[in-house]
């Protein structure tokens, strides 16, 4: 195992003379396993290591044997321990994820944090042959591309190392038996309650007796194959965006589209989601239907569009020309500025896009597409079934398209006084699931339409009304 590590290192430049070195020990065999190696050849690389534990509180009694545990180990080899308590089932009330997913965030938040207060200059993860092929066919069932199923990378950001990555799980336990290495089982890795857990002790095991025996390595090959090509395609995306003259680092970005048009269609979607990506603050989220949005929009006959995507990121059509920004300061009827949005308990991504009429707006991830025009009174016409008539001058400006926030109100067609909108939404038994991506058009004061729902009663159009604004789905 040793040799197949020191191999690892070399080929990825994964270590520098005298690094500074935090390595992520959980009490698992990985983990552990990963940290006598490192003790093992650390005086080859003069390397200083350090023990870096995250207490997930997940677990209770279990979690703080763990810690124990590590940090014993730690303090045995003479190694400085650091370590954080948080607590992942509380976190999951106030925030929207898995376990799995809160726990990764808080653990890599955990890390950066010591990597700032200790200098250090590398941090050394645990992750195995096996664990890349479990990763590798999650990303495969939740629909990635080849960003995701090029698999977890040796070496990220310059920071992260995984010098186990091609040492197998069994590789790993006879190194731990030979050398009387002891460590804590995590009695959760069994728990069907974990996707990547079923993938493990029931898929895997599956598909390697029944279809193919060489499994893990097969799909591991794959990965690496994948993962050359990506970096291809993302040197490449680069190179061109550079010669474009385009700086990410600025709020808008616009394209010819001309020249987008002339790439070939794996460089348009490579580039087209990096732009996006630049405007998240995650640098997340941005899926594949976003990406096939921006294309429709920018490869359609119709000159002019705007689309209102996550994390107020707006993508809008002139002409010949293609703009990406972020809406870092737009402004909801309730007052917020937040990227996220809390709606019933509920975190969504919050989209905002401002109507400046004439225009059309696509709301990628409601899958519905708006026409904002002025009409003469001779145009109205109530019987239409996805459109409605507003008075402008009866309008708070300014206008947008967004999501429901919590508090939002409206005085439906007919009535007197206002009701909360989720009452309307239990009331036309939508799933709460869904309530917090359906799009609302609202101006400063309140909610004016909930598609094919409700009307304000506040824009009615009446005898004194003097100019008509149509609102139409289409």
């Known amino acids: 195992m040793l040799k197949r590590v ?39 690389y003069g390397i200083q290591l350090s023990v870096l534990h995250l207490n997930h509180g997940i677990r209770g009694e279990a979690s ?32 929207k994820g898995s376990l799995e997913d809160i726990s990764r965030k808080e653990r890599y938040r955990f890390f ?51 010098p186990l990555i091609n040492v197998a799980r069994s590789e790993i336990a006879s190194f731990l038996e030979k050398e009387g290495i002891g460590f804590v089982r995590d009695a959760s890795n069994e728990s069907g309650q974990f996707l990547r857990n079923r993938i493990r002790n029931e898929m895997i095991p599956e598909l390697r007796d029944n279809y193919n025996n060489a499994l893990v390595d097969t799909i591991n090959r794959t990965a690496t194959i994948l993962r050359i090509e990506d970096d291809f395609i993302q040197k490449t995306v680069e190179g061109i965006l550079a010669d474009w003259g385009i ?67 707006t993508v809008g059509r002139e002409y010949d020309t293609i703009s990406i920004c972020r809406n870092e300061d737009v402004r909801h009827s309730s ?19 401002q109507v400046k009429i004439p ?63 989720s009452d309307i939404f239990i009331d036309k038994k939508i799933p709460k699931g869904k309530r917090g991506h359906i799009p609302l058009v609202a101006d400063e ?5 909930i598609p094919q729902i409700a009307l304000s009663q506040r824009v009615k159009i009446t005898d004194m009304t003097e100019k008509v604004v149509k609102a139409e789905i289409i």
């Not at 700086?247 to 394209?255: A, C, F, L, T």
């Not at 007052?335 to 896009?353: D, L, M, P, Y």
């Not at 009174?377 to 967004?402: C, H, Q, T, W």
């Not at 004061?445 to 339409?449: D, F, N, T």
Request: hydrophobic share 35%; proline share 4%; aromatic share 6%.
């Open 64 to 95: 703080d044997n763990d810690e124990a545990f590590v940090r014993e180990e730690a303090k045995s080899k003479g190694i400085p321990f650091r370590s954080k308590s948080v607590s992942v089932p509380d976190i999951r009330k106030r925030e």
């Open 247 to 313: 700086s990410r680092d600025e709020n808008e970005v616009r394209i010819e589209i001309k020249k987008l048009t002339t790439l070939h269609e794996a460089l348009r979607q490579r580039i087209i989601k990096e732009l996006l990506e630049d405007k998240t603050s995650s640098k997340k989220g941005i899926g594949y239907r976003h990406v096939r949005a921006v294309m429709d929009l920018a490869e359609g006959e119709n000159v002019s569009g705007v689309l209102s995507l996550p994390f107020h990121v």
């Open 112 to 162: 950066e944090e010591i990597f700032q207060e200790d200098s250090l200059d590398k941090i050394a993860l645990g992750h195995n042959l096996d664990d890349q092929a479990e990763t590798v066919i999650i990303k495969f069932l939740r629909g990635s591309g080849m960003e995701g199923l090029r698999g977890m990378l040796p070496v990220r950001d310059g920071i992260y190392i995984r």
């Open 359 to 421: 225009c059309r707006i696509t709301v990628p991830d409601a899958e519905m597409s708006f026409c904002f025009e002025f009409v003469e009174g001779n145009e109205i016409d109530f019987s239409l079934g996805n459109a409605v008539f507003i008075d402008y001058n009866k309008i708070v400006p300014p206008m947008y398209i967004r999501n429901v926030r919590e508090g939002d109100r409206i005085q439906p067609f007919g009535m007197e006084g206002t009701k909360k909108l």
């Open 335 to 353: 007052g917020a500025k937040s990227r996220r949005n809390v709606f019933e308990g509920e975190t969504t991504e919050g989209f905002s896009c």
């Open 445 to 449: 004061k309140s909610v004016l339409w």
């Open 6 to 44: 020191r191999e690892t290192i070399e080929k990825h430049g994964m270590l520098s003379y005298g690094d500074r070195v935090g390595v992520a020990v959980s009490g698992g065999p990985d983990s552990v396993a990963l940290l006598n190696a490192l003790i093992m050849i650390a005086p080859e």
